[in-house]
Structures are given as structure tokens and as C-alpha cells.
């Protein structure tokens, strides 16, 4: 087992970036969940409410994808399943 | 109004058809036909025991009383699950490699196989999460009072807490028959987590029917819900930034740490690729759960009687307007809720308890008597099923002590606030390598205990642990240990004070402490293999090659994995290391391996005590860890080591081929010379014999005739002499027995000298010089240098072999030595044969032809070195080249 290469092929590159988008995911929600700190005055009103769910579904949203791609690129070839499963 | 009677029969049927699901699960699991119940589906679905009745009553309740907050307990496991790259991966990992058991096993396990902190955790488990129980028993208590008949009959609830008895009694019984069925190894439990998801579909269904009922039934439509929104007494409700922010992080603290929440994301986890499903689908999940709540919140504000109790709206609105099927199906969702949470808690516990509490005193208890005898299996099953049982038994003490306090939410964030403690040292744990096991011990018991006396003792009210006086002003009257104002820090809100509080004081424990203590080597084997799970390390060595018997160690992990499989186990070990039967060889492998298969039915802590006890010592010491750490460097070293061996071998070797070459090269010089020598020898001996018997035989010989045999005699005696001074000269020089007679001399003088003594030879040889060059003043001995020259000049007129052949004679001088090159322009010396003519004995050409004994350039070297000089033949030359360099102390230019 040698060191780990330095630079990747496309493929692998492709996957790390992946993973790098699912790090980041979470970082941008808490950004955006944090918005109504900042207007903590006004509180509740339809518009907010609206707005949370929004960003909500859009994070579900990306993070399907995010999950999907990371799926097909290979990234959880590793998984391991449960014990009985295994030979 | 739905009849109670028929909502009681419906509640029955629904728990019996719980039954029968979890009982095909259960049955289909043991045939292995349960392919369907290990889908991502049904994984994203069992996570939904974080929606507890809290969620499907208490949010309403929530958003009534505060507006918006109520969603950051739903925002804060979204970040975690959609940041599931960065944790829930790795503890998944973490818990499927290690055969992890609960979250007070993974910190047990995590930090050295401690027991004290698998006991702490466990404590922190049951005082946090008993009043969620309570909880739960509280809410459906409520939801069964909503419909209660207010005349008396064979139901009538005059007595809640009968009610709440009768709930926790049934959920005890489920819990028992599918949670501890069998004691399975990997601690799964199928039939439990399908009717889980069953209860997640039934409580989100009925959840949105409500919200349904509410915004397009009674409100009418969106954008008449947006006005009512606006136009209600919530709006304008201003949001709190430190609550926001503070419960946002305790929800996504608790999603990582609740036992339930560990039960279902790590432990049931049947596959680490339902995670990336689950990491948009339980956000998702979460988000319509969410979605009705501020609608049915304004609407039940609005239309309900001011009195009525916004935590049972979800029940209560549709009632009031005549939908008793929404209304039950509402009742079943909260139902549901309330159950899924108490099952996996009270199994999650349960496992705690039994493999943290009991298991630990049994050892110690029977440590004496023979580890042998009896099944602990049954041992292990009853402990959970009390554990179960008082678990239960505690929740529902804690709801009659709390009095049926009011706002669920509140409860439900002391709770989650009580086990978030757990958040440093789980975290720590997994990703930092120098968290110790007494740092954790200080964080947890820290935040534990700061926790207990800001948030959980204050929260019984004034009176009951803590009196108003001591609430008010502190003990003994110190204003700045106020449980809720400690440090003087008053103005917080009481929740966020005991957060913030509580878990700077656990982060800061555990971090410092973590700094100033050294882990034993088990912790730092433990602590590799967590934080580098994905690097495939191999186990470090658990166990060193023990005196144990593999046939005790068969009957222990009988008792506790069951005859069936330890044999099963052992059998394939035995295979694995190539043997028959069901003993294999006590390898350290083999240890670590029987230690996790025992690690996922009692705990790592257990499993490593009871094999320790048969094994007979405990595990690895600082010397085998560091021979593991050191083991790849050694490799590397070893191999660099070889290389370089090796290079130096094939350089030896090289050396060695080019010495035989030169020694078998001389070896036939020398057959050649030894000939040679003895014909050199012999013609003039056999011409001395002759003439001499010729002289002894002969009377009356002219006179004329004896002169001339004499003389021949005489010359061929010389050449005798000759010849032996020669020899004589070269073992003289090489004994460094030589005295040098060192003078000043001019080089041109000793070029001169050996030109004129080699005369006589000269037979058309052209010497050409350079005088300029040849001034050059010398402290050296003259005769011997000059003995060189004649060598060297000679050799020229004997092999140089051009036409016309000519000798250059250049002299250089520089940097203090002076170098003499001679250069003839004959076809010069092969390349073989560079090397050895210098050796004694050498000669290239027919002996003859040379007339010489091969000494004369033997001798130059050794005269040369004895001058502090030396001799080299100068290839590239265009013909034979020997450069004489002499170092040029003491001389000047002339």
C-alpha cells in the first residue's frame, strides 16, 4: 500500500467534490435558518413562515441530490452492512 | 362526539394490529425473508420516534404560546441530517464495526471499555429521558380525557392516573414481548421497527389530515390562511436570537444523543446506504410535520374557548366541528407517537441498563465461583425486561410527582437538554483522538450535574426539591449560585442560561482534562480505530496470546450468544485458521473477534471483562501498542534497509568481479612471467655451463679463444645481475626500505639525464620537448625520478609501434604539483589490460620482443609513491600516455 495519490483521476476528483457539497450543505442551512434572527423584532408573520419553509424544501431538495450523486458516483461503495449480511 | 367506548375498542384494535405487524416482522426476519423490512424507507420511517406526542400535540401548543420557536426543535436535526457526511456517517461506521450496542455503550467502548462511564451515560439516560416518558403518558392521558364521557360509566376517567397506569402497563407488555424476544446479537429488532414505521405513517397521515381539515375546511384555502395568519394574535410574536439559536443546537444536540435516537440511527441501522436516503427523507418528514402547525395553531386560537389548552387543538378542532373520524384518527396519530417513542426508549434503556448496570455486578459477583455454569442469556433477557419495566415505572412516577404540569414543551426541552450532555464527549470521541477517558468522565459529570441543578431541580417548582428562598436567592444566600442565575447571569432565559452554562462547563471539563491526562493503551487502540473508521485500520491487538482454554471460552460465549451460534462462530474461526471441529487456536484475532460477537449482546465494557476473566489478563500494554504504532515505520525501515544492503551487495559484488578479473589476468601474466623468468634465467646459465666446460675441458686453448668465452661468461652474468637487482629493487621499494636522498633539482636536468641514458637505444625514436616548460625546479631525489624517466622513455622505444615514432615529453605545473606526461603516438595500451600494467610481472607483448622481466613500470609506481607522487596511465591520448605528477614542494620556477 503506497501513499494516496496526490491527484485523482476525473471520477474521483467528481466524488471528493461531492462530498465536499454534502460538508457544506449544512453549513448553508444554518445560514439561512438563522434569517429570522436577524429580523427577531418583526417575529412571526406569513412572509417568514414562508420563507422558512422555502429554504427548508430547497435544502431537502439539494440534499437528495447531493445524496443521489454520491450514491452513483461510487462514495458508499465502501458502506458496511450489517454483520449477518456479511459472509 | 365519537363514543369513548368505540375510540377504546379502536385504540385496541390498533394496538393488536401493532401486534400482528411486529409479529410477521419478527417472523420473517428469523426466515430470512424480510427483504423488504431492511429498506431505506422503512429506516427513514423508524426515525420518526424523534416525533414524539410532543411533536404531534405539543408543537400547536408551542407555536400558541411562542410563535415561530417551536420549529427550531425540527430545524436543528435537519442541519444534522443533511450534514450527515460529517457524523452520522461515522457513527454508523463507528457502530456497525464495533458492534455498538447504545450510546452509553459507545462511550464506554470509545474510551478504553470503561464501565464507570457506560454506568454515568446510563444514568444521564434514565434521569433525562424518564420525564419524556412521563411526558408521552401525560399526553395521551389527555388526548383519552378529551373524549371521556363527562357522566359516569364502566370508562369513566375519574382518575387519570389510572388511565396513564394503564398506558405505561400495556406499552411494558409490547415492549417486553417484541423488544426482548430474543436476545439477538446484533441487538435488531425487526418487528419493533415495523411498527414503528407503521405509527410514523399513521401519525403524518393524520397529522396532515388535521392541517388539511384546518386550512382548506375551516380557514378556506391558502391565501385566506395567510390573512388569518396575519391578522392572529401570533403574528408580530417576536422571536428570541438566543433561544433560536440555543434550541436549534439542543435539537441538533439530541438527534445524536437521545437513546431512542441512537436505538434507530445506529443500532437497527441495517445498511450505511439508508442513510444517504434518509438524509433528505427525514428532513422531509420532519418539514410536513411541521408544515400544518402554525395554521392549526392560529385557527384553534381563534375558534377555540379562551380556556381550552392549545396542546390538544390537533383533537379539539376537529371535534368541535363534528369530524369524529378526523378526531380519531388524530387520537391515533398522537397514540402512535406517544408509543413508538416509550417502545424504543424504554428497549434503548433497557439495553443500557442491563449491559451497563446488572451485567457488571453480576461479574463482579460471580467472580469467585465458576464463570461456567448457567445461562446468562436469561440472565440478561429478565434484567432488561425489569429494566423495561422500571423504566416505565419511573416515568409514570415522575408524571404523578410533576402533577401533569402543563406545557409538554417545556418538559421535553429539560429532557433533551439533561442528555445533550452526552454531545462533547460523543463528538470528542469520534473525532479527536486525544479525548481520555477522565475528560470525558469530568465533562459528562460537569454538565450532568450543573444541568440537574440549574434546569431539572428548578423545574419541580418552588417548594418541591428546592425552596423558594434558595431559588430566589441562592444557598446561603450567594446571589451568583442561583440555579438560574449563576455568575449573575439573570438575564437569560432560565433554558438557555442552564444550556449555555451546562455545556460550557462539560466542553471545558472535557477538553482540559482530556489535555492534562494520558489514555491507557486499550483508550488509545479504541480511540484509532474510532476516529480512523474509514481507514480501514486493522483491529489493534486486544488480546495477547492467552493461557485460556477455546473450550471455556465456548462455554462462556454459549451463555450469552446462545449454543447455536457461538458454536457457529467458533466453527467458522476454527475454518478460518484451517481446522476441523469447533476449537480454534486462542489467537489474539480470534479474541478481538469473540469479543465483538459477545460486544453486540452485552456491551463492550462486559464483553471485555468476561472474556479478561477467562483470559486471564487484562489485554494490551504500552509495549504491544507501541509495537503496533511502530510496526509500519519498522516495515518501511527494514525495506530501505534491504535496499540499501542490496545496492551495497551488488557494488561488492562488482568490486569482487573486477579484482578476479584483474587476479585471473595476472595469474596468466604471471604462468607467462614465471616462463618467461626461467628462460631469461636459463639462456644465460646454459651459455655460462657451456663456455665454462668448454674453459674447464679444453687444454691448450688459444688464449684469444679463452678471452672470449670469458668475457661471454661474464656479460651473461651480468645480465643475471641485472635481472636480480631488478627484482631486489621492487622488493626493496615495496618494503618501504628505500632512503630517499632529496635535493634540489631542475626537471629539464633529469629529462636530459634519462634522454642521454637511453642513447644507445635510440633508434629513429623523435623525443620532442618543450624547455620552457621543463624549468621547473624540484625538491625530490634526482636518481630515482630520473630512473623513472629512463623507464618510461625506454618502454617508448620498445613498443611504440608507429612508423615514425615519436615521444612527447609535457610538463605541467599548477596549483603545487607538477605533472609530466609522456606521449607516444603508437597504438597505446588496450583498455583490458590499463589495469595491470603497473602490477609486477605485467608485460603485453611477446617477452621477447620487449626483453625485459615486466618490472620496470612495478618499479616507477613504487618510486613514485616513495616521492609522494604517483604514475597514471592516461587514456584518449592517441597513443600509450603515462602521466608522472609530483608534488612541487619546496620548488620554484627556475
Not at chain 1, 47 to 65: C, E, H, P, Q, T
Not at chain 2, 232 to 241: K, R
Not at chain 2, 258 to 266: I, Y
Request: with cysteine; proline share 4%; glycine share 10%.
Amino acid at each position: 500500500m503506497g501513499r494516496a495519490t496526490l491527484f485523482l483521476a476525473r471520477e474521483g476528483y467528481r466524488r471528493r467534490r461531492l462530498a465536499d457539497m454534502a460538508r457544506l450543505l449544512p453549513l448553508l442551512g444554518l445560514a439561512l435558518f438563522l434569517v429570522p434572527v436577524l429580523d427577531a423584532e418583526d417575529g412571526l408573520t406569513a412572509a417568514m413562515l414562508i420563507y422558512l419553509f422555502a429554504v427548508w424544501g430547497g435544502l431537502i431538495a439539494l440534499s437528495a441530490l447531493v445524496a443521489r450523486l454520491l450514491c452513483r458516483s461510487g462514495a458508499m461503495d465502501d458502506a458496511v452492512r450489517a454483520p449477518e449480511d456479511a459472509p | 362526539m365519537i363514543a369513548f367506548d368505540l375510540l377504546v375498542a379502536i385504540c385496541l384494535l390498533y394496538v393488536a394490529l401493532l401486534f400482528g405487524v411486529a409479529f410477521l416482522a419478527d417472523r420473517r426476519a428469523a426466515a430470512g425473508r424480510g427483504g423488504w423490512l431492511r429498506s431505506p424507507l422503512i429506516y427513514t420511517l423508524s426515525l420518526s420516534v424523534y416525533c414524539t406526542a410532543w411533536t404531534f400535540y405539543g408543537a400547536v401548543g408551542y407555536a400558541a404560546r411562542s410563535g415561530l420557536e417551536f420549529v427550531t426543535i425540527y430545524l436543528g436535526p435537519t442541519l444534522i441530517f443533511i450534514g450527515w457526511w460529517w457524523t452520522l456517517r461515522k457513527l454508523v461506521r463507528i457502530g456497525r464495526t464495533q458492534r455498538i450496542t447504545s450510546i452509553a455503550d459507545l462511550i464506554s467502548s470509545r474510551y478504553g471499555k470503561s464501565n464507570a462511564l457506560g454506568v454515568i451515560v446510563t444514568l444521564i439516560a434514565v434521569v433525562g429521558v424518564t420525564p419524556y416518558i412521563a411526558l408521552q403518558l401525560q399526553s395521551v392521558t389527555l388526548s383519552f380525557a378529551v373524549f371521556a364521557p363527562s357522566g359516569a360509566g364502566p370508562w369513566a376517567l375519574t382518575d387519570l392516573n389510572s388511565t396513564a397506569l394503564t398506558v405505561a402497563g400495556g406499552l411494558a407488555l409490547f415492549t417486553i414481548l417484541f423488544g426482548t424476544r430474543n436476545l439477538d446479537a446484533n441487538e435488531r429488532h425487526h418487528g419493533v421497527v415495523i411498527a414503528i414505521a407503521v405509527e410514523a405513517v399513521v401519525k403524518l397521515i393524520a397529522l396532515l389530515a388535521v392541517g388539511v381539515f384546518v386550512v382548506w375546511g375551516l380557514a378556506g384555502g391558502v391565501s385566506a390562511m395567510i390573512e388569518r395568519i396575519e391578522a392572529s394574535p401570533l403574528a408580530g410574536m417576536p422571536i428570541q436570537p438566543g433561544r433560536w439559536i440555543g434550541l436549534t443546537f439542543l435539537a441538533a444536540a439530541a438527534i445524536l444523543t437521545l437513546p431512542r435516537m441512537f436505538q434507530v440511527l445506529v443500532v437497527e441501522n441495517e445498511n450505511e446506504r439508508h442513510l444517504a436516503t434518509a438524509s433528505w427523507a427525514f428532513p422531509a418528514y420532519l418539514c410536513l410535520m411541521s408544515l400544518f402547525v402554525v395554521p392549526i395553531a392560529v385557527v384553534g386560537l381563534a375558534e377555540m374557548p379562551a380556556g381550552a389548552n392549545p396542546d390538544l387543538f390537533v383533537l379539539t378542532l376537529p371535534l368541535a366541528h363534528g369530524h369524529d373520524g378526523l378526531a380519531a384518527l388524530a387520537f391515533l396519530g398522537g397514540f402512535s407517537s406517544a408509543t413508538s417513542m416509550v417502545i424504543v426508549a424504554s428497549i434503548a434503556l433497557s439495553t443500557m441498563v442491563s449491559n451497563h448496570i446488572v451485567m457488571p455486578l453480576f461479574l463482579s459477583l460471580t467472580r469467585t465461583s465458576a464463570p461456567m455454569s448457567g445461562d446468562v442469556r436469561m440472565l440478561v433477557l429478565r434484567a432488561r425486561r425489569f429494566s423495561i419495566g422500571g423504566v416505565l415505572l419511573l416515568g409514570y412516577l415522575y408524571y404523578r410527582m410533576s402533577g401533569g404540569s402543563e406545557a409538554l414543551a417545556a418538559i421535553g426541552l429539560i429532557s433533551f437538554a439533561g442528555i445533550a450532555q452526552v454531545l462533547p464527549a460523543l463528538v470528542g470521541g469520534i473525532m479527536w483522538r486525544g479525548a481520555t477517558r477522565l475528560g470525558a468522565l469530568a465533562g459528562l459529570t460537569l454538565g450532568f450535574g450543573l444541568w440537574a441543578y440549574t434546569l431539572l431541580l428548578p423545574s419541580f417548582g418552588g417548594g418541591a426539591v428546592m425552596g423558594p428562598a434558595l431559588l430566589a436567592e441562592g444557598p446561603w444566600g450567594i446571589s451568583w449560585l442561583r440555579p438560574q442565575g449563576l455568575f449573575g447571569l439573570d438575564g437569560l432565559d432560565p433554558l438557555v442560561h442552564a444550556l449555555v452554562v451546562s455545556m460550557a462547563a462539560n466542553v471545558l471539563g472535557f477538553v482540559t482534562v482530556s489535555l492534562m491526562t494520558f489514555p491507557d493503551p486499550i483508550e488509545r487502540i479504541q480511540a484509532a480505530q474510532f476516529v480512523n473508521v474509514f481507514d480501514h485500520s486493522s483491529a489493534g491487538p486486544g488480546w495477547r496470546q492467552g493461557g485460556a482454554e477455546a473450550e471455556d471460552l465456548l462455554l462462556m460465549a454459549q451463555r450469552i450468544m446462545g449454543a447455536d451460534e457461538a458454536q457457529a462462530l467458533f466453527r467458522r474461526s476454527a475454518a478460518d485458521q484451517g481446522k476441523q471441529g469447533f476449537l480454534p487456536d486462542i489467537t489474539p484475532d480470534f479474541l478481538q473477534r469473540l469479543e465483538r460477537a459477545l460486544a453486540g449482546s452485552v456491551g463492550a465494557a462486559t464483553a471485555h471483562a468476561m472474556v479478561g476473566q477467562i483470559v486471564g489478563r487484562s489485554a494490551v500494554s504500552v509495549e504491544d501498542l507501541m509495537r503496533v504504532a511502530d510496526e509500519t515505520a519498522q516495515m518501511m525501515e527494514y525495506s530501505s534497509q534491504l535496499e540499501a544492503k542490496s545496492e551495497e551487495l551488488a557494488r561488492t559484488a562488482r568490486q569482487l568481479r573486477e579484482a578476479n578479473e584483474k587476479l585471473t589476468e595476472l595469474s596468466v601474466q604471471k604462468d607467462a612471467f614465471l616462463s618467461q623468468i626461467s628462460h631469461e634465467l636459463r639462456t644465460p646459465m646454459t651459455s655460462i655451463r657451456a663456455f665454462s666446460e668448454i674453459l674447464m675441458g679444453a687444454d691448450g686453448m688459444r688464449p684469444e679463444d679463452m678471452g672470449r668465452y670469458s668475457r661471454i661468461i661474464h656479460e651473461e652474468s651480468l645480465r643475471l645481475t641485472r635481472l636480480l637487482d631488478d627484482l631486489l629493487d621492487l622488493s626493496v621499494l615495496e618494503n618501504g626500505q628505500v632512503s630517499l636522498n632529496l635535493q634540489e633539482v631542475t626537471l629539464a636536468d633529469l629529462i636530459d639525464r634519462a634522454v642521454a641514458a637511453t642513447g644507445s637505444l635510440q633508434g629513429g625514436l623523435t623525443i620532442r620537448r618543450d624547455a620552457a616548460a621543463e624549468r621547473v625546479r624540484l625538491m625530490t631525489d634526482g636518481d630515482r625520478l630520473s630512473q623513472v624517466f629512463i623507464n618510461l622513455i625506454s618502454n617508448a622505444h620498445k613498443y611504440c609501434d608507429a612508423e615514425g615514432p615519436e615521444l612527447t615529453i609535457r610538463v605541467r605545473a599548477a596549483r603545487g604539483a607538477v605533472a609530466v606526461d609522456f606521449v607516444d603516438n603508437g597504438s597505446g595500451i588496450p583498455e583490458r589490460s590499463q589495469a595491470i600494467i603497473f602490477e609486477k610481472f605485467s608485460r603485453l607483448t611477446d617477452p621477447r620482443k620487449a626483453g625485459g622481466a615486466g618490472l620496470g613500470l612495478a618499479i616507477c609506481r613504487e618510486i613514485m609513491g616513495r616521492l609522494g607522487g604517483s604514475i597514471v596511465y592516461l587514456p584518449g591520448q592517441g597513443g600509450a600516455a603515462f602521466r608522472v605528477s609530483l608534488p612541487q614542494v619546496r620548488a620554484e620556477a627556475a
